[in-house]
């Protein structure tokens, strides 16, 4: 097993523990650490095993991640999206 596989997934082990700590801010500030941390690591795992493991790892990342990775496809629809007909 590769450095990076075995550092994706020391990350998901980590965000899943740190999922079940309780925490007055809704867990947002540790989500921010996750991603700063889990983007470089996630092209470090496509680096090295190619670009399906990388889709693997970036389906389990935002399978942790589902409210910040929500609310970033919300932003972008409403951005990007059609204008309100009113």
């Known amino acids: 097993m590769s ?3 075995i550092l994706a997934f020391l ?3 980590a965000a899943n523990v740190l999922g079940m ?3 007055k801010d ?5 989500a921010y ?3 700063a941390v889990g983007i470089p690591l ?4 496509t680096y090295q095993n190619g670009p399906w493991i990388g889709l693997v790892f970036l389906a389990a990342g935002m399978s ?3 409210w910040p990775v929500r609310y970033l496809f919300a932003w972008i629809k409403r951005r990007f999206g059609r ?3 009113n």
């Open 3 to 5: 450095l990076s596989l």
């Open 11 to 13: 990350w998901l082990i």
């Open 21 to 23: 700590i309780p925490s």
């Open 26 to 30: 809704n867990m947002w500030s540790r």
């Open 33 to 35: 650490g996750l991603i």
């Open 42 to 45: 996630l092209g470090y795992v």
């Open 64 to 66: 942790v991640l589902r």
């Open 83 to 85: 204008p309100d007909p």
